[in-house]
């Protein structure tokens, strides 16, 4: 008959649609769903710089540790931290022919290496490694040579800023002297991953557990020296970029990064794909709206900010520790079980499948897996077209009668529901 055809042709289409998608589909089955909304201010650019960045994080910390989730716990800001600039007079003193470096490990850091203590006993800072420096040596001198403004900056009495560089030498791990950029050699790759790895470690007196690559740019070469240095964990956009193509712009490589992924050199991936500028006029409201898209989809919110919004000009200093206090006041006030964490923490978390923040109900992840599917490219719009979209719509009706049924009278058992308390804050 005709329309037993027209079926085997419709769900032809549809099967065919699912499989083009499957790596997609598979992978959001997989990845954790949170039982809980769950907040980092994902912090990045610190290192060696001026005496005044001592005081800044002194205030910062005193201002995380003013506010507290429902298990008493403070916020926490990671700090992503560089640990090599520029030494500018040694540099001068060569004529620009060698690269010498200024390293947070010297004892004229050992205020700033004193106030990131201070946060990380006071449970609020977690350094994370982002880079050896936010650049590479070699790419930076060979522009020197021809560009005055360069030379100047990498032979500057003032303690430089790598964000300073055009946007394409403040990526690490590729030689972006030229556009588009050239690979460098896996050796070097390999050795520098590997020593500033150690160089943290000296720093600190512990190794890095989690690493943010400057500009999101890295390689497989520079993530296995990671892994084999003891590095767990990548924090991603969601993607890998490996180069910078003619235009200066990121080059993206393989298939999406979800959280805790494993990779083949044995690190596993977080995901941070918010943002947090008050400098650039991001405000609490954006914070607000992001916890709560990535609360329907069992997400963790990582908010990446950097040090700029913190240093500078009193006025816009002010302004934007104004705006991370209310919005940490408002996500404490529209999510009373709001949960701080550091990064390192939640990865672990996820790996284990801790209960009080993993959540494993078949009914809940089903409905979220259908509204994580909507996030993936082209999907939507074939299901639109095909008339999938109404199959989808019938299941994500009854994942939410499965879900409420559970929720409220458990008949599919082992729901292991946590109680939730009312948040406080200290301010």
Same mark, same amino acid.
């Given at each position: 008959?005709?329309?037993?055809?027209?079926?085997?042709?419709?769900?032809?289409?549809? =099967?065919?649609?699912? &499989?083009?998608?499957?790596?997609?589909?598979?992978?959001? &089955?997989?990845?954790?769903?949170?039982?809980?909304?769950?907040?980092?201010?994902?912090?990045?650019?610190?290192?060696?710089?001026?005496?005044?960045?001592?005081?800044?994080?002194?205030?910062?910390?005193?201002?995380?540790?003013?506010?507290?989730?429902?298990?008493? @716990?403070?916020?926490?800001?990671?700090?992503?931290?560089?640990?090599?600039?520029?030494?500018?007079?040694?540099?001068?003193?060569?004529? =620009?022919?060698?690269?010498?470096?200024?390293?947070?490990?010297?004892?004229?850091?050992?205020?700033?290496?004193?106030?990131?203590?201070?946060?990380?006993?006071?449970?609020?800072?977690?350094?994370?490694?982002?880079?050896?420096?936010?650049?590479?040596?070699?790419?930076?001198?060979?522009?020197? %040579?021809?560009?005055?403004?360069?030379?100047?900056?990498?032979?500057?009495?003032?303690?430089?800023?790598?964000?300073?560089?055009?946007?394409?030498?403040?990526?690490?791990?590729?030689?972006?002297?030229?556009?588009?950029?050239?690979?460098?050699?896996?050796?070097?790759?390999?050795?520098?991953?590997?020593?500033?790895?150690?160089?943290?470690?000296?720093?600190?007196?512990?190794?890095?557990?989690?690493?943010?690559?400057?500009?999101?740019? &890295?390689?497989?070469?520079?993530?296995?020296?990671?892994?084999?240095?003891?590095?767990?964990?990548?924090?991603?956009?969601?993607?890998?970029?490996?180069?910078?193509?003619?235009?200066?712009?990121?080059?993206? %490589?393989?298939?999406?990064?979800?959280?805790?992924?494993?990779?083949?050199?044995?690190?596993?991936?977080?995901?941070?794909?918010?943002?947090?500028?008050?400098?650039?006029?991001?405000?609490?409201?954006?914070?607000?709206?992001?916890?709560?898209?990535?609360?329907?989809?069992?997400?963790?919110?990582?908010?990446?900010?950097?040090?700029?919004?913190?240093?500078?000009?009193?006025?816009?200093?002010?302004?934007?520790?104004?705006?991370?206090?209310?919005?940490?006041?408002?996500?404490? %006030?529209?999510?009373?079980?709001?949960?701080?964490?550091?990064?390192?923490?939640?990865?672990?978390?996820?790996?284990? =499948?801790?209960?009080?923040?993993?959540?494993?109900?078949?009914?809940?992840?089903?409905?979220? &897996?259908?509204?994580?599917?909507?996030?993936?490219?082209?999907?939507?719009?074939?299901?639109?077209?095909?008339?999938?979209?109404?199959?989808?719509?019938?299941?994500?009706?009854?994942?939410?009668?499965?879900?409420? @049924?559970?929720?409220?009278?458990?008949?599919?058992?082992?729901?292991?529901?946590?109680?939730?308390?009312?948040?406080?804050?200290?301010?």
């Amino acid at each position: 008959m005709a329309w037993l055809s027209a079926v085997g042709g419709l769900v032809t289409v549809w =099967g065919l649609v699912l &499989w083009l998608h499957r790596r997609d589909l598979l992978a959001l &089955w997989r990845e954790p769903l949170l039982r809980v909304p769950t907040l980092i201010v994902e912090s990045d650019d610190w290192g060696p710089g001026p005496e005044s960045d001592t005081a800044t994080l002194d205030i910062l910390r005193e201002l995380l540790q003013g506010f507290r989730d429902a298990r008493g @716990r403070h916020p926490v800001m990671t700090l992503g931290v560089i640990l090599g600039i520029p030494d500018g007079a040694k540099i001068r003193a060569a004529a =620009g022919r060698a690269y010498e470096r200024l390293s947070l490990a010297d004892a004229a850091f050992a205020g700033l290496r004193g106030a990131m203590e201070r946060g990380v006993a006071a449970q609020v800072f977690a350094p994370q490694l982002h880079g050896g420096e936010h650049f590479w040596p070699a790419s930076v001198r060979a522009v020197a %040579e021809r560009d005055p403004a360069v030379a100047a900056w990498l032979q500057a009495e003032d303690l430089p800023n790598a964000q300073d560089l055009p946007s394409p030498l403040q990526s690490r791990w590729t030689d972006a002297a030229t556009l588009p950029s050239r690979p460098l050699r896996r050796d070097a790759l390999r050795d520098a991953a590997r020593e500033e790895v150690a160089e943290f470690r000296r720093t600190f007196g512990r190794s890095p557990a989690v690493v943010v690559p400057p500009t999101f740019l &890295w390689t497989g070469e520079v993530e296995r020296a990671w892994a084999s240095s003891g590095v767990r964990w990548v924090v991603t956009p969601g993607r890998r970029n490996v180069a910078r193509d003619a235009q200066g712009g990121l080059v993206p %490589e393989g298939p999406a990064l979800r959280n805790a992924e494993q990779a083949e050199s044995g690190v596993r991936y977080l995901v941070r794909h918010r943002y947090f500028e008050p400098a650039l006029g991001h405000k609490a409201e954006k914070v607000i709206g992001d916890l709560a898209r990535d609360r329907r989809l069992g997400r963790p919110t990582l908010l990446e900010t950097h040090r700029a919004n913190f240093v500078g000009d009193p006025a816009r200093v002010e302004a934007a520790r104004a705006e991370l206090a209310r919005a940490l006041t408002r996500a404490l %006030e529209v999510h009373p079980d709001l949960r701080f964490l550091s990064t390192e923490e939640l990865g672990e978390s996820l790996l284990s =499948g801790a209960p009080d923040l993993v959540d494993p109900r078949f009914c809940r992840r089903a409905r979220v &897996w259908l509204d994580r599917a909507a996030e993936v490219p082209r999907l939507p719009k074939l299901t639109l077209a095909t008339g999938l979209v109404a199959v989808w719509a019938v299941l994500h009706g009854l994942t939410g009668l499965c879900q409420a @049924r559970r929720l409220f009278h458990g008949p599919c058992g082992g729901d292991g529901q946590v109680t939730n308390h009312s948040a406080s804050n200290a301010t």
